[in-house]
């Protein structure tokens, strides 16, 4: 009996000393955990003082609680598994929220590192003359001057194939000479291609690419930083038309000026035309708003300067990609039409009122929407600002923002880019969560006679709207007003 007892005691101390041992783990798991997420949270660098203060003080009073009864090998049993229960469940909490900080720092690094990538095609006639790049060795190749990278494009496809090359200003007189057999091969970016296919119904019918390559090229920060937590600036907001990375320059379909004043909490956008007539600022000639992408977001905000007499301190740019993405990860939106209308390619579907659940791909097709309205491009800026507040009310869910925030980052953080700094951005979070005060988020429109009027990029007459000056004045007075600290209606 007594045997049996000694046993027993010698087993049950084995135990314990392995529960410690166990428990010495979790403590130093607990700990390894608990300063990577704190560190992690000073880098980041997104919450006001006074928050990172007291999540600090918290992450040390529950240090304080549960590391010492798990490391020391007199803590009781019960009060040893009590810690252990809590530092299990701290550790999770602690995962998740440096998953999300990394999320968070992946973001914002990416989205503000800002770069250009130009595509070029090798076009020819849609015949059997040539299929392949080698297949135009020896000849001359006419190449369309859009872009900053032009040069180092033209070196690129001469590496690539023996050519003789004499440069175009006129794609329209290029492309007419190529389809009348004049010439045999032409290159251009592939903005401008995708342009003039707009404008031509017979281009693509009659032509062929044989060859596509991309150009990165450096990007000049033209951004105009002030105190963006204190004082008021503009940014501009370009949806390119393309898919895909957001490098990549292509025209702009969306064009808004969003003044935000952080002192007021007051948000002003203001929408303008795609086909816009306006001056280009370094040739002195008129053209399409659109039209002004194809040569970067740069070139696009010194337009918009030039015809708002403004200075836009940022950009902010997306493309069809981030549309999609965004609203497929957060599982639709709903939208309401102002009509009853089917989407000019057939495929979709709108009842006036509201539309519920609507997928990426019918978002950014209703967004894009100007055919299926009399009032043209001016009825397809409003559905783009319907269309972002959709957005903004379904992200505003906390179900959505909680569940889906990873992956809603990974998502779209190859499909935005900014010239805002990151440091900037960091300092505007910082001063939204520091109250977590509301927005009074206004809408204009400018607008303008839809006519038809020569565009200097294409050397043609195309659709275009015309500049209404009242319209502009207007809008200009909106946006000082809000610069200048006026609370608007």
């Known amino acids: 009996m007594r045997g049996d007892r000694k046993k027993e005691k010698e087993q049950q101390q084995q135990n314990n000393t392995g529960f410690v041992k166990f428990s010495k783990f979790c403590a130093l798991l607990f700990f390894a955990v608990s300063l990577m997420f704190g560190a992690m949270l000073v880098l980041a660098n997104i919450l006001p003082p006074k928050y990172l203060l007291v999540a600090g003080l918290i992450e040390l009073l529950l240090f304080v609680i549960v590391f010492p009864p798990l490391y020391s090998r007199k803590t009781k049993n019960v009060q040893r598994t009590i810690a252990l229960i809590m530092s299990g469940i701290l550790i999770i909490i602690y995962l998740f929220g440096v998953r999300y900080l990394a999320s968070t720092m992946s973001f914002m690094s990416q989205i503000t590192r800002i770069g250009a990538t130009d595509e070029y095609y090798v076009v020819v006639r849609d015949d059997d003359m040539f299929n392949e790049l080698t297949d135009i060795e020896g000849e001359t190749v006419y190449a369309y001057q859009s872009s900053e990278s032009h040069g180092d494009a033209i070196e690129e496809l001469k590496s690539r194939v023996e050519i003789e090359v004499v440069s175009q200003n006129d794609i329209g007189a290029m492309i007419e000479h190529l389809l009348s057999g004049e010439i045999n091969v032409t290159f251009m970016s592939s903005g401008s291609y995708e342009a003039y296919n707009e404008s031509s119904t017979s281009f693509d019918d009659y032509t062929k690419i044989i060859d596509r390559f991309k150009i990165k090229h450096q990007v000049v920060d033209i951004s105009k930083p002030v105190e963006v937590a204190k004082e008021s600036f503009n ?56 039209h002004a992408g194809l040569k970067g977001a740069n070139y696009t905000v010194a337009t918009v300067e030039k ?57 950014l097709r209703f967004a894009r929407e100007r055919y299926a309205f009399s009032d043209g491009d001016f009825q397809r800026n ?47 979070i910082r001063m939204q969560t520091n109250d977590m005060s509301s927005w009074n988020v206004v809408s204009q429109n400018i607008t303008g006679t839809t006519g038809s009027d020569y565009c200097y990029s294409f050397g043609q007459f195309l659709s275009v709207v015309w500049q209404d000056q009242g319209s502009i004045n207007a809008a200009v007075e909106k946006i000082r007003a809000v610069m200048a600290g006026e609370t608007l209606e």
């Open 235 to 290: 940014m501009y907001i370009t949806g390119v038309d393309t898919e895909g990375t957001i490098d990549v320059t292509a025209r702009s379909d969306v064009n808004m000026v969003a003044t935000v004043n952080p002192v007021t909490r007051t948000i002003l956008l203001t929408s303008i035309p795609r086909d816009y007539y306006v001056m280009m600022p370094d040739v002195g000639a008129y053209d399409k708003l659109t």
């Open 307 to 363: 015809l708002l007499g403004i200075d836009i301190n940022y950009y902010i740019k997306v493309n069809f990609t981030t549309v999609v993405n965004l609203v497929d990860e957060i599982g639709g939106i709903d939208i309401e039409s102002e009509y009853t209308f089917t989407t000019s390619d057939g495929n979709y579907y709108f009842v006036e009122g509201m539309n519920y659940d609507v997928d990426g791909a019918a978002a």
């Open 382 to 428: 409003k559905d783009q600002q319907i269309v972002l507040t959709a957005i903004i009310n379904k992200i505003s869910q906390s179900s959505v923002l909680l569940t889906n925030y990873t992956d809603i980052l990974k998502s779209i953080e190859n499909n935005i880019e900014m010239n805002m700094a990151e440091d900037e951005l960091k300092s505007f």
